[in-house]
């Protein structure tokens, strides 16, 4: 009898040994058919959303005619009036609309949660994890795919034209537009998790965006910044996102010029040795200051290197998307 019992409790073991590996086959497939469905609803309501996809685009071109043009003189002072402030500004443009469109991708939680398709969710056997996963997925598939979009331009003659280089850059920029998109999509979830209404989701995410954005070096270079603001800079961890996009889409570019013909006149008048003995006199500046400060006007291409802005990308998008699991798994349907 002692023998049945042992050969009884053996099977019993060895039956839940083998039981074991289907529950968790049978758990990971729900996990990821959760992700699967929820990443295909957000890209559905996305490429449905006819006008939601005009915008998206149409906003970062009103930008560039309008910042990218009226700017443009303010800007002439690099480069002896060569300096394309409106390649300067692609880049940042790009990561505006990758911000904007992987951050407000998250509202659709605070409806899901009005509509209560949130709480149908919540109770089946779908892990809350699986739920948020596919949210983030699904943001930044759509911010990526609204960013290749506008990716469209590049190849137009005011901008980089049509050409082999212009294709490599453009597949070059990819990933990185997918990091940032996933790490900006991880925050708008962690913000929206916790909120109920549509009205103060917009005001919270402006709040903590519109420093982020313009402290990024999107619209203006990050030079001769006081000190404040120019610490607020290395700290904020959008600013190695456009760094990261500059420096692939503006390799090989220059965004400096040759000095004017007054410029190179004066270098030339000044080689005489009784003109020049004559304008040191009366306070005229040295031409070799003049070469130098001409070198200085120059824009750097990329400020930190391609592997710190990944690095900190990276890093960054790690700490949110840990955030919005942990927020999401808190929330109540």
Do not use: C
């Not at 919540?122 to 911010?143: D, E, F, H, Q």
């Not at 619209?219 to 190695?240: A, E, S, V």
Request: charge should be positive.
């Amino acid at each position: 009898m002692d023998e049945d019992r042992g050969a009884l409790s053996g099977d019993v073991r060895e039956g839940r040994e083998d039981e074991r590996p289907a529950g968790r086959s049978s758990r990971m497939d729900r996990a990821m058919r959760g992700v699967y469905i929820i990443w295909l609803r957000e890209f559905k309501r996305f490429w449905r959303d006819r006008a939601r996809r005009i915008g998206g685009f149409g906003q970062p071109i009103i930008y560039l005619a309008l910042l990218g043009v009226g700017m443009q003189n303010a800007f002439r002072v690099f480069g002896g009036g060569e300096f394309s402030y409106v390649k300067f500004m692609f880049p940042g443009i790009l990561g505006m609309t990758v911000l904007f469109t992987a951050v407000f991708s998250a509202i659709s939680i605070i409806w899901d949660r009005e509509f209560g398709f949130l709480k149908e969710v919540m109770v089946s056997p779908v892990p809350r994890s699986s739920v948020a996963l596919g949210k983030i997925l699904g943001g930044s598939t759509t911010a990526l795919l609204q960013a290749v979009i506008f990716l469209v331009l590049a190849f137009t003659p005011w901008f980089f034209g049509f050409s082999l280089s212009t294709l490599w850059k453009i597949l070059a920029v990819l990933p990185a537009l997918l990091l940032l998109a996933f790490s900006l999509t991880s925050l708008g979830v962690a913000v929206a998790a916790r909120m109920t209404s549509f009205e103060g989701f917009p005001i919270v995410m402006n709040f903590l965006l519109m420093p982020l954005f313009f402290l990024s070096g999107a619209f203006f270079p990050l030079q001769g910044l006081p000190g404040w603001m120019d610490f607020l800079t290395k700290i904020n961890p959008l600013t190695y996102g456009v760094d990261a996009l500059r420096g692939v889409m503006l390799r090989g570019v220059e965004l400096s010029g040759a000095a004017g013909p007054s410029l190179a006149q004066y270098a030339v008048w000044f080689k005489d040795k009784d003109i020049f003995s004559l304008g040191m006199s009366r306070g005229y500046p040295d031409p070799s200051a003049i070469s130098s400060m001409t070198q200085r006007a120059s824009l750097p291409v990329q400020v930190h290197p391609l592997w710190l802005d990944l690095l900190v990308m990276a890093g960054f998008g790690a700490l949110l998307f840990a955030l919005a699991l942990w927020q999401f798994n808190r929330t109540q349907s």
